[in-house]
């Protein structure tokens, strides 16, 4: 079943939300996307319809095991994604953190595994030259 990037958004932010705060809401969705209540409960419908979430109106929001496993990999993705634009590429945290939210959604996962056997060799083969790269930027900043 093909779940569009914007649905991945919702059920991560879901499963962000489940895991910090345990009982979530539409209006803990709407204040986290930055959209009006009516658009949450659009989406919540379509993502019931679809098996992802267990949604009654006025009643609490649940993951479904298949959400779950797309909202963690969706998220497993957003994690590797900031710490490598952090951690090998040097870019500020925060910008890292609002570009991953982003590219999360359109890395295949074979890129993402690549991503992430690249980073431990450099980190393993090449600490050194990663230590002055990430200075050298940082001197750059």
Known sequence: MEISKRE?????????LQKNKGVI????ISKR?????PSVVDAL???SE?????YEKYDRILLT???IEVAESTYQKHILIAKFFTEILGIPPDIAEEDACQFEHYVHEITA????EFAQYIQ????????????EQKEKS
């Not at 991945?8 to 962000?16: H, Q, S």
């Not at 996307?33 to 209540?37: D, T």
């Not at 679809?50 to 267990?54: A, I, L």
């Not at 595994?113 to 992430?116: I, Q, S, V, Y």
Request: hydrophobic share 35%; with cysteine.
């Open 113 to 116: 595994e690549k991503m992430k």
């Open 25 to 28: 809401r539409v209006k803990d």
């Open 45 to 47: 419908k379509k993502l």
């Open 65 to 67: 095991k298949k959400g």
């Open 50 to 54: 679809k098996g992802f979430v267990e």
């Open 33 to 37: 996307l930055g959209i009006r209540p």
């Open 124 to 135: 393993d083969q090449c600490p050194y030259v990663l230590k002055q790269f990430l200075k």
């Open 8 to 16: 991945e958004e919702y059920l991560e932010v879901i499963y962000l």
